[in-house]
């Protein structure tokens, strides 16, 4: 980052401190490749005990959330890390551990855990900054703080060993009071925002506060990963399990970036007139059942049974976001329909394949075309666009099992 004295990393001038660490500039650097977002704090002097940066120490690990302890000033901050999965185009974790931390674990006078969804990573921060202005003496001290969520888009790599490809959109803050305002004597800090992966590390430095001189943490920033390995513009959301089907590295696979399907005006023979329905509709609105039982309300004739596809709605409570509702598909309603499973070997265009259990198939796609390629059409996750994928590409992204072929 850059400071008054415009040098890169996070930098601190330093009056002395308890473990004498030098006068002068005291900075944090990123790592090769690693970027790093805006300071909060630690313009203008100080006394500091600490300099560094916290980072998940697991490999696949990622930062999802922050512990910490606040009174007048942020006593005490932790990051709490998961270990991330991705099956099938979902990415998650189920755990979380607390792991590196920095200023005074017995500080402050309230307590907070500020964590992600399941389904999401830490993506940046935002803080409230206070700042004492006495003459030619000038220090300013993190006051409090909320993080940013992003949707986990894809899994750790050889690249960013410690953070996770985020979606862009659709992002939400977390803070322990519901909103981050700034009170008297402090300013709210412009945020600072990771654009394509979590956050790889957070860096600090620990000063003294208060006629007790109390250990805080008195300056912050966020280091971003490595872009590294993103697709190109126009293409959906990077595959990377496809990278060992090709004998590629997650971070030089071209085979793993799929192109999006042109819906608007689309002439495809089997999704056509799908592809024109939902070409409209915002991406994130709807999932693949949409896509899949839209194709299947026209080509199949009006029947008592007949379902609407529901879009994929969300909605945000004591700032957390919840799945509110979205299209399902069922064993149940491809026979009501009057569809009927065959055999893989016979597929065809205009067949369905779905991937999962009868009573709630975690994916469908529709195929477009068969012989020495099969290719299917679908929507791999409710936040990428619609996609052709090969039957082997296919299989080898949604290992979810069975897998079945419907006819009508």
């Known amino acids: 980052m850059r400071t008054n004295l415009h040098i890169l990393g996070l930098l601190v001038l330093a009056a002395g401190s308890a473990q004498k660490l030098p006068p002068g500039p005291i900075r944090d650097s990123p790592q090769a490749k690693e970027k790093e977002t805006v300071q909060a704090g630690g313009h ?212 793993c970036c799929k192109q999006c399907v042109v819906l608007q005006g689309s002439t495809n023979p089997i999704t056509g007139r799908t592809d024109r329905e939902v070409a409209n509709l915002p991406v994130q609105r709807y999932n693949c059942h949409l896509y899949t039982l839209s194709y299947l309300n026209y080509v199949t004739p009006p029947i008592p049974k007949g379902r609407v596809p529901r879009q994929y709605d969300r909605t945000n409570i004591f700032g957390m976001d919840w799945e509110l509702a979205g299209t399902s598909l069922r064993a149940v309603d491809m026979q009501k329909y009057g569809w009927k499973q065959i055999s893989p070997s016979s597929v065809r265009p205009g067949d369905i394949v779905t991937f999962g259990p009868p009573d709630k198939y975690e994916h469908s796609a529709i195929v477009i075309r068969s012989g020495d390629t099969v290719v299917l059409r679908q929507k791999p996750n409710p936040f990428a666009c619609v996609t052709d994928l090969t039957w082997q590409e296919a299989l080898t992204f949604f290992p979810a099992r069975p897998v079945s072929v419907w006819r009508r």
């Open 44 to 255: 203008g002097w100080g006394v500091y005990s600490q300099v560094g940066n916290l980072r998940c120490q697991g490999s696949g690990e990622a930062i999802v959330g922050f512990r910490i302890r606040r009174g007048s000033a942020l006593d005490y901050l932790q990051i709490v890390c998961a270990p991330v999965n991705c099956v099938g185009g979902k990415c998650g974790w189920t755990s979380y551990l607390s792991e590196g931390s920095a200023g005074n674990p017995s500080g402050g006078k309230t307590a907070s855990l500020l964590l992600c969804r399941t389904d999401e990573a830490l993506s940046g921060y935002r803080a409230t900054v206070k700042n004492f202005d006495v003459g030619v003496v000038k220090m300013e001290y993190v006051d409090d703080v909320e993080i940013q969520c992003a949707k986990i888009s894809g899994p750790a790599s050889a690249a960013n060993p410690r953070a996770v490809a985020v979606l862009p959109d659709g992002r939400t803050w977390r803070h322990a009071g519901g909103n981050l305002s700034a009170g008297f004597g402090s300013y709210l800090n412009r945020p600072g925002v990771c654009s394509s992966t979590s956050a790889s590390a957070v860096s600090f430095a620990v000063g003294h506060y208060g006629v007790t001189q109390a250990n805080v943490v008195q300056a912050m920033s966020l280091f971003c990963g490595a872009t590294q390995g993103a697709c190109p513009s126009g293409t959906s959301t990077n595959f990377p399990p496809l990278a060992g089907l090709y004998g590629r590295t997650a971070q030089s696979c071209p085979e």
